[in-house]
């Protein structure tokens, strides 16, 4: 149970870590969403193996396929990069609230065991 818990809490932190960098690259889409060329940039997981046995998120930072490059050669669209940004963000917190409860069970056991 105990060792269940820790990785369940390292899934979570690995998570929490690529909503980090997530936000990041969508940040960094928004700052050169007018400059001549630059290419929009997501965080992808691994979809062969999104999760380690280890518990490590694996996931990449590639350029998005999805949108039309301006007439300047950049591929930023503002609305998706918002959209993204929330979305990111309800993981983001969806992560916490699951770290809370994963730290309250090790808390609950730690307590059962005295």
Do not use: H, W
């Amino acid at each position: 149970m105990y060792v269940n818990l820790l990785k369940n809490t390292q899934v979570i932190t690995n998570g929490m870590d690529k909503c980090l960098q997530r936000n990041q690259v969508l940040s960094s889409n928004i700052a050169n969403s007018e400059t001549p060329g630059y290419k929009a940039k997501d965080v992808f997981l691994n979809i062969l193996e999104p999760v380690t046995p280890e518990g490590v998120i694996r996931y990449s930072i590639t350029e998005r396929t999805d949108v039309e490059a301006k007439e300047n050669g950049n591929t930023v669209d503002i609305g998706k990069e918002m959209t993204s940004i929330v979305e990111n963000v309800l993981e983001y917190n969806a992560l916490v609230n699951a770290l809370s409860k994963s730290i309250k069970s090790m808390e609950y056991a730690i307590e059962d065991r005295r």
